[in-house]
């Protein structure tokens, strides 16, 4: 089971990507260093909650998305098949 930073991590990531991101490009948005985005996404790094407030206003998703459960962030796509796509071949169910 993943800890709590993975999951942000794996989900910024899943999001970032389905947006077809860079993660500079989505450092650049937020203002977080394009190194510390990595270790966000790596998840090897705490972040505080003025953070996630950024990333979620810059992947325009609730603050709570960030955290779900891959499964249940499916629907915070804006019906982009990409993510389910990118998930189901990460083998997450």
């Not at 500079?24 to 948005?29: D, F, H, K, N, S």
């Not at 962030?73 to 990118?86: A, F, I, L, W």
């Amino acid at each position: 089971m993943a800890n709590v930073h993975e999951t942000l991590g794996r989900n910024v990531r899943l999001l970032r990507e389905c947006r077809g991101w860079t993660q500079a490009r989505l450092a650049e948005t937020t203002g977080i260093s394009p190194t510390f985005m990595m270790h966000i996404e790596r998840g090897t790094r705490g972040v505080s909650l003025d953070t996630v407030e950024q990333l979620a206003n810059a992947l325009s998703v609730e603050i709570g998305v960030l955290f779900e459960s891959s499964a249940d962030s499916r629907q915070h796509t804006g019906g982009q098949d990409t993510y389910s796509t990118e998930m189901d071949s990460a083998g997450i169910p």
